[in-house]
């Protein structure tokens, strides 16, 4: 970072003591600052461990982990014979960010091919503008709108019994995560060196045939990793998801069925658990599997990511 | 035939280039057509129940009449108290990265902590900020422990944009100063943050929409559905605007369906309006810069 002969001094005072003080000063601000830096690794170890802890007590005593992961019956509070299968719940996870991520991906790329190659100038920034301020509005506000909006809409138009269902969340999660599928497409296709695109404009390529055939294949990784941030952000989203989707836990055999996702089960639950009851630390089990499922996908988007810079 | 007369191929060639541009102009129209018919949607059923009244009364009759007042100060206390906690670590964290580390595995596992904090679903912060703030450290369903789990939340925002326009600051700025004799936080304090502070204030901005607009975790940390009272003290409950969205839309019967479409639009336009003072800025600052 600094060449070799500029470098800060340890000390910018003349007298000894002045510069005593000066050095203690420049230690003790320098540890501070050290310290925040670091802050960001103990929070996600922070994260890791509080949500594992208060699930731990039934994760090594009682869990049934074949029940857990196979079995599509969430019971948790039968009077009788309590079951926590959450099979559904991911199945009800995995098609509502599925869906969404059919929608979104081309969608996302489709726009930020555009915003990068094609437009240019005040549209170009103001596209961008658009995108950030997409990217603002609160999910609770999406979830109102697919309640309000979206549901007679997909009643009407499917002629559905209820537009509560999959593809309301979907549609909602597809638009959530739009804004970040394009920027850092748009990141990714904008690093790609201009001498590539002169080269392949001198053989006579169109910008179509540019962005297609030349801008795809060299931003591979950096679209790569938008699609996977994107796929982590549909994930975690809850408030969306909670309101649209109609909150019944089954596995979906079509884009109509209501289901629950692993978020919104945590969200409408947690509430009614008495604390430390076995309920309230399933939820929590629940919650570690989340993290550990967008920690794995945010690596692996990094992975990506440093591979290119690597190269 | 002229040499340079455009070919067949050459011409449909350009035929599929100009639909192509059409299609992607058609998908990128597709990005603002849905967020400016949100918006329009939200103000017009809103419209009714949207008064002065409506911003600066408490809701009475179970939340079916009345205003907001409560959950728009409620928003305040927590995106207040949370800015407190995260915008100092949050800045200094940067100024770590930028101005300290090393390119060495270290910083790259900070870096990566950053990333991840940012993707760790909302929901999941919300266990967190339950297990460690009200039962771990007992400041109970309060202010302070909702405050707590936002701060962690919005830490990447801050650090992501404060790296940017700490980096945007020359080198040579920086050389210049360590030449005459400063030591590193030196050269910090009176060259690197004042040239600084305007991209640094934009990010902090930033944090104050995300903040303004979460709801999962706060749901179980220090929202409330209704409170009579005003929040006192950061031990206290409050009432915040996405939670009450959330509860008058899907929890309460018999409100006025006006009712949660004016909250919206207050929430939303408040999450705009500071997200655009912050674009300003920043567009304001890359016209004012010299270097």
């Known amino acids: ?43 996600v170890f922070g994260i890791f461990f509080f949500v594992f802890k208060e699930g731990a007590g039934l994760l090594f005593g009682g869990l049934d982990f074949v029940q857990f992961f196979t079995s599509p019956e969430w019971y948790p509070d ?7 299968g959450i099979l559904a719940i991911m199945a009800g996870s995995f098609a509502v960010v599925v869906m969404a991520m059919i929608v979104a991906v081309p969608l996302g790329l489709g ?36 309640l309000v909006i979206m549901n007679p809409m997909i009643i009407n138009v499917f002629n559905a019994p209820v537009g509560l269902n999959a593809l309301n969340g979907a549609i909602l999660l597809a638009l959530m995560s739009l804004p970040i599928i394009v920027s850092i497409s748009e990141d990714a296709l904008k690093a790609v060196p201009d001498g590539y695109r002169e080269a392949a404009e001198a053989m006579g390529a169109t910008r179509l045939q540019i962005s297609i055939k030349v801008l795809l294949p060299a931003a591979k990784n950096g679209l790569l ?26 596995i979906p055999t079509s884009p109509l069925d209501s ?11 947690l509430g009614e658990t008495a604390q430390g009851s076995d309920h309230y630390k399933v939820l929590f089990v629940i919650g570690t599997l989340l993290f550990l499922i967008t920690f794995i996908i945010n690596l692996t988007a990094d992975l990506v990511v440093k591979g290119i810079r690597k190269r | 035939m002229s040499t340079f007369e455009i070919t067949r191929h050459g011409r449909n060639k350009e035929r599929v280039q100009s639909i192509a541009t059409a299609l992607l102009l058609g998908v990128t129209c597709l990005l603002i057509l849905p967020l400016a018919s949100v918006i329009g949607l939200l103000i017009v059923r809103g419209a009714p129940a949207l008064s002065f009244e409506f911003l600066f009364t408490q809701p009475i009759n179970g939340m079916t009449a009345g205003g907001i007042m409560p959950a728009i100060v409620g928003t305040m206390w927590l995106v207040g108290t949370s800015l407190l906690m995260a915008a100092p670590v949050g800045v200094l964290a940067a100024v770590y990265l930028n101005e300290y580390a090393k390119d060495n595995w270290f910083s790259r596992i900070i870096n990566l902590a950053i990333v991840n904090l940012a993707g760790v679903p909302s929901i999941v912060y919300a266990l967190f900020g339950v297990g460690a703030f009200v039962l771990f450290m007992g400041f109970g369903t309060s202010i302070l422990s909702a405050s707590l789990t936002l701060a962690i939340m919005t830490q990447p925002v801050i650090i992501a944009s404060t790296k940017q326009a700490l980096s945007a600051v020359p080198m040579s700025f920086r050389e210049a100063c360590w030449n005459v004799g400063a030591t590193r936080w030196q050269t910090i304090r009176h060259v690197v943050l004042p040239n600084s502070i305007a991209g640094i204030l934009t990010g902090i901005i930033l944090e104050v929409s995300r903040a303004a607009g979460e709801t999962a975790p706060i749901m179980f940390t220090g929202a409330a ?5 005003l929040p006192q003290s950061v031990h206290d409950q409050c009432m915040a605007l996405s939670m009450h969205l959330f509860t008058i839309s899907t929890q309460v019967p018999n409100v006025p369906p006006a009712y949660p479409y004016a909250t919206a639009v207050v929430l939303v336009g408040l999450v705009l309006m500071v997200n655009t003072t912050s674009i300003l800025l920043r567009i304001r600052l890359r016209r004012r810069r010299k270097w």
């Open chain 1, 1 to 43: 970072m600094t060449s070799p002969e500029i470098r800060p001094r340890r000390s910018g005072a003349r007298s000894e003591t002045m510069q005593h003080i000066e050095r203690w000063k420049e230690f003790v601000i320098g540890s501070v600052i050290r310290i925040c830096g670091f802050s960001a690794v103990v929070f």
């Open chain 1, 78 to 84: 039968s009077p009788s014979n309590i079951r926590y």
């Open chain 1, 111 to 146: 726009a930020a091919i555009y915003i990068s190659e094609f437009s240019s100038g005040m549209i170009k920034e103001f596209l961008k503008v658009i995108i950030e301020l997409f990217a603002a509005v609160p999910s609770v506000v999406w979830g109102f709108i697919g």
């Open chain 1, 225 to 250: 990793a938008a699609v996977l941030l994107g796929v982590g952000r549909a994930i975690g989203e809850t408030m969306a998801v909670l309101m649209a989707t109609g909150h019944a836990v089954n």
């Open chain 1, 259 to 269: 289901v629950r996702t692993m978020t919104a089960t945590i969200a409408a639950e």
């Open chain 2, 225 to 229: 559905f209704f409170l009579p009272f």
